[in-house]
């Protein structure tokens, strides 16, 4: 289900936005097209991880293992501590070991963060 929103997300992202023909009128002189940049998939993947940990946290999960979130992003392993890296570098995620497993829960701030992505 992430990973299908996660396309559509892409795909919107990667389309051209054409101005309704009244409003491309009065901008003809400007611009009659505004092209959106499409998303770096890293930031699509960092969005996919925190409102992956957020479920989970609302759930009342508050840990959650880096295989379970590997396997339900469908990425290796390496691509997630690189991207868990980032996200702890901004003190939204911390990683620690629990009972012989890495295992990844938002911070207060994380849940803040993704909070505001869920209502956004």
């Known amino acids: ?22 409003v491309e009128d009065s901008q003809a002189r ?14 699509v ?11 989970e946290h609302s759930q009342g999960r508050a840990h959650m293992p880096l295989a379970a979130l590997c396997k339900r ?9 690189r991207l868990l890296t980032a996200l702890d570098e901004q003190a939204l995620v911390k990683v620690c070991a629990q009972k012989d497993r890495l295992v990844a829960s938002l911070t207060a701030t994380g849940a803040e963060v ?7």
Request: hydrophobic share 45%; aromatic share 2%; charged share 15%.
């Open 30 to 43: 400007e611009d009659s097209s505004i092209n959106l940049t499409p998303l770096d998939p890293s930031a």
């Open 45 to 55: 993947m960092l969005l996919s991880i925190l409102e992956c940990l957020y479920a």
């Open 114 to 120: 993704a909070l505001a992505l869920q209502t956004a």
């Open 1 to 22: 289900m992430l990973l299908e929103r996660d396309h559509t997300l892409q795909s919107m992202l990667e389309t051209e936005v054409t101005l309704p023909s009244a």
């Open 73 to 81: 992003l469908e990425l290796r392993m390496s691509t997630l501590q």
